[in-house]
C-alpha cells in the first residue's frame, strides 16, 4: 500500500488543489517535476517531510470553506478554454511587457548587473519556444481534443487525427513545458531567486516581481496540462 510519503507531488496537485501554494512557498516543482515522491522532493529541496505535511494538512483544512476549482470534474472543452483564454493571454501579454522591462534595465545596469543581460537573452528564447507552443496548441492539439471529447458525448467513435494517438502531440508539449521549466529555473537563480539587488530602482523591482509572477503562473498552466487535462485526454481516447 502507498504511503503519503511515496505519493507523487503531481497527485497531492491533483487531488488538492490547495497543495499547490505549499509547493510554490517552499520552491517544490509540482508541474514537471510532479512524478516525483513527496520524500524525494522534500530532499531535494531541504525540507523536512513532517513540516510540509503540516503545511499540507492546514493548506487542505482551509480550502474546505472555499470552492474548489475542481478540474478534474470539468470537461475538457472548459479546460482548454480556461488555458487559452487565462494562461496563454497572461503569457502573450507578459513576455511583451517583461521584454521591455528586461531591455531598459539591462540598458541600465548591465554593466554593474551583467546576470540580466543573460535574464534577458533567457526570457527572450522562453518567449519564443512558448509562442510557437500556444499556436500549436491552440490550432491542433485542443481543437482535436474538443472534437474528441464531443464525439464520446454522441456516442460516436474517436475521429482519427493526421497525428495518429493524441500521446504524439502531448509527448512533444510536455517536452517543450521541460524546456521552458529548464530556462526559467535558471532565470531564477541567476536572478537570486527573484531578489533585486540593494537599493534597485523601482523598475529593477517590478522586473522582477513580474517574472516571479510569470514562474508562478507557467507552473499552474503546466500542472493543469501534463497532470490533468493530458491524462484525461489519452485515458478517453483510450476509452473511445
Not at 505519493?7 to 497531492?12: C, G, L, Y
Not at 525540507?47 to 493548506?59: F, H, N, P, Q, T
Not at 502573450?92 to 522591462?101: K, V
Request: glycine share 6%; hydrophobic share 40%.
Amino acid at each position: 500500500m502507498q504511503t503519503i510519503a511515496e505519493k507523487t507531488v503531481r497527485e497531492f496537485a491533483v487531488e488538492n488543489p490547495s497543495s499547490i501554494r505549499v509547493f510554490e512557498s517552499l520552491g517544490i516543482d509540482y508541474c514537471c517535476g510532479g512524478t516525483r515522491s513527496l520524500r524525494d522532493a522534500c530532499a531535494r529541496t531541504g525540507i523536512e517531510m513532517s513540516g510540509v505535511l503540516d503545511l499540507l494538512e492546514k493548506a487542505d483544512r482551509d480550502s474546505k470553506v472555499q470552492n474548489s476549482e475542481g478540474w478534474n470534474e470539468k470537461p475538457l472543452s472548459a479546460i482548454t478554454t480556461h488555458i487559452v483564454e487565462k494562461h496563454h493571454c497572461f503569457v502573450r501579454r507578459e513576455t511583451s511587457r517583461l521584454g521591455g522591462l528586461l531591455a531598459k534595465v539591462a540598458a541600465k545596469h548591465g554593466a554593474s548587473h551583467p546576470e540580466v543581460v543573460e535574464i534577458e537573452q533567457l526570457f527572450t528564447a522562453i518567449g519564443q519556444e512558448l509562442s510557437t507552443h500556444m499556436l500549436k496548441e491552440e490550432q491542433v492539439l485542443f481543437p482535436y481534443i474538443r472534437q474528441m471529447e464531443q464525439a464520446v458525448l454522441d456516442g460516436e467513435a474517436v475521429p482519427p487525427a493526421f497525428f495518429g494517438s493524441v500521446k504524439m502531440p502531448i509527448a512533444n508539449m510536455v517536452a517543450e513545458h521541460d524546456d521552458a521549466g529548464a530556462l526559467l529555473a535558471q532565470i531564477r537563480e541567476l536572478s537570486n531567486e527573484f531578489h533585486p539587488p540593494s537599493g534597485a530602482c523601482p523598475t529593477f523591482l517590478a522586473l522582477y516581481r513580474g517574472l516571479e509572477e510569470f514562474e508562478r503562473d507557467l507552473h499552474r498552466h503546466v500542472h493543469l496540462e501534463n497532470n490533468v487535462l493530458f491524462p484525461r485526454a489519452v485515458q478517453m481516447e483510450h476509452a473511445g
